[in-house]
């Protein structure tokens, strides 16, 4: 703000018992006070015009924004939520000048979000028009977390695969649907093993999409991988699976925001052959966040049957970025 005729200054209420988030932006790690739902946004602006000069202005505005910003569409941005008070009127200003705000209830229907392609902030911007001259501006950032409901439908995840002939396996998950801090079981059965297996990996994917028809972009993150399996099994074997989520950076499943972009998670299930042959499968799971203080969901569940699926077996030695076939 070098050479303006002020200082503005946001001051957000409860900043220093608040929690806070450590955000990271593309410079550097922001230490962003975190708000739940529909909190109230309360604090005090200020205006400070420089000491013996005196401020004209068209107007003094404060705003509560939700916006959504595409990387690739740089100065393209979406404001979903724009809440506005106009604290003064056209006039002067000869000395410093505080504006208490309460944005009661402001409705915010989506999380915070800051992913490889898009970002969606929520800031307060106070603008001190000057007509045919700049305005003036200055943004506070804010973090939103939604807590959301127990899931009423949780089943767990069952289902056959294999290849034909050569290898039949049953994995079960013993839930679809996890808060952030859960803990995901379940097991693999080996049915039929005719292939020589070296090791099989279980890993979390996160996929983001952007955009749409031309401009659609996809997104996938390995948020963590790790074996479960070394050597070879024989058939009636069965290999437990035990995840805990906790220690990972997730965020809740995301499907449509503002029709702008999704993000969703999958359990990825690899098996290695001794000629570095992999076979995978893909199980799309949902991920919600619950309040801190609420009991872990019941872990009860119900069984289904999955289909069975059957494909064939490529006998070709490829590489690995090559030979990854879903079974």
Same mark, same amino acid.
């Given at each position: 703000?070098? %050479?303006?005729?002020?200082?503005?200054?946001?001051?957000?209420?409860?900043?220093?018992?608040?929690? /806070?988030?450590?955000?990271?932006?593309?410079?550097?790690?922001?230490? =962003?006070?975190?708000?739940?739902?529909?909190?109230?946004?309360?604090?005090?602006?200020?205006?400070?015009?420089?000491?013996?000069?005196?401020?004209?202005?068209?107007?003094?505005?404060?705003?509560?924004?939700?916006?959504?910003?595409?990387?690739?569409?740089?100065? &393209? &941005?979406?404001?979903?939520?724009?809440?506005?008070?106009?604290?003064?009127?056209?006039? *002067?200003?000869?000395?410093?000048?505080?504006? !208490?705000?309460?944005?009661?209830?402001?409705?915010?229907?989506?999380?915070? @979000?800051?992913?490889?392609?898009?970002?969606?902030?929520?800031?307060?911007?106070?603008?001190?028009?000057?007509?045919?001259?700049?305005?003036?501006?200055?943004?506070?950032?804010?973090?939103?977390?939604?807590?959301?409901?127990?899931?009423?439908?949780?089943?767990?995840?069952?289902?056959?695969?294999?290849?034909?002939?050569? =290898?039949?396996?049953?994995?079960?998950?013993?839930?679809?649907?996890?808060?952030?801090?859960?803990?995901?079981? %379940?097991?693999?059965?080996?049915?039929?093993?005719?292939?020589?297996?070296? /090791?099989?990996?279980?890993?979390?994917?996160?996929?983001?999409?952007?955009?749409?028809? !031309? &401009?659609?972009?996809?997104?996938? *993150?390995?948020?963590?991988? @790790? *074996?479960?399996?070394?050597?070879?099994?024989?058939?009636?074997?069965?290999?437990?699976?035990?995840?805990?989520?906790?220690?990972?950076?997730?965020? !809740?499943? @995301?499907?449509?925001? /503002?029709?702008?972009?999704?993000?969703?998670?999958?359990? &990825?299930?690899?098996?290695?052959?001794?000629?570095?042959?992999? @076979?995978?499968?893909?199980?799309?799971?949902?991920?919600?966040?619950?309040?801190?203080?609420?009991?872990?969901?019941?872990?009860?569940?119900?069984?289904?049957?999955?289909?069975?699926?059957?494909?064939?077996?490529?006998?070709?030695?490829?590489?690995?970025?090559?030979?990854?076939?879903?079974?």
């Amino acid at each position: 703000m070098f %050479g303006a005729p002020c200082t503005l200054e946001i001051a957000l209420d409860d900043i220093e018992t608040r929690k /806070h988030l450590d955000i990271q932006t593309d410079s550097a790690t922001e230490k =962003l006070p975190l708000y739940i739902g529909n909190e109230s946004v309360k604090g005090v602006a200020r205006v400070l015009p420089k000491e013996g000069k005196k401020l004209e202005h068209q107007g003094i505005v404060l705003e509560l924004i939700g916006q959504i910003e595409m990387f690739y569409e740089r100065g &393209n &941005n979406y404001e979903f939520l724009t809440l506005s008070k106009e604290l003064a009127a056209p006039g *002067e200003l000869n000395e410093k000048k505080e504006f !208490p705000f309460d944005f009661t209830d402001a409705e915010k229907q989506y999380e915070s @979000y800051n992913g490889i392609n898009v970002r969606l902030r929520y800031f307060v911007r106070l603008t001190v028009k000057r007509g045919l001259m700049s305005n003036i501006t200055l943004e506070k950032d804010l973090w939103v977390h939604i807590f959301q409901n127990v899931p009423e439908i949780n089943n767990s995840i069952k289902m056959e695969v294999g290849i034909e002939d050569c =290898l039949h396996i049953e994995f079960e998950y013993n839930r679809s649907k996890y808060h952030l801090k859960d803990v995901i079981i %379940g097991k693999i059965y080996f049915l039929l093993v005719r292939i020589k297996i070296k /090791h099989m990996e279980l890993a979390v994917i996160k996929r983001e999409s952007t955009g749409s028809g !031309p &401009n659609l972009y996809n997104e996938s *993150e390995t948020v963590t991988k @790790y *074996e479960i399996m070394d050597g070879a099994p024989v058939r009636g074997e069965s290999i437990p699976i035990r995840l805990f989520l906790t220690p990972f950076d997730l965020t !809740p499943t @995301y499907r449509n925001i /503002h029709n702008k972009f999704s993000l969703k998670y999958y359990l &990825n299930l690899v098996l290695v052959d001794e000629e570095d042959r992999r @076979y995978f499968k893909q199980q799309e799971i949902a991920l919600w966040r619950r309040e801190s203080e609420a009991k872990s969901s019941d872990r009860n569940h119900t069984r289904f049957e999955g289909e069975r699926k059957d494909i064939k077996k490529d006998d070709k030695g490829k590489k690995e970025e090559d030979s990854d076939q879903e079974y």
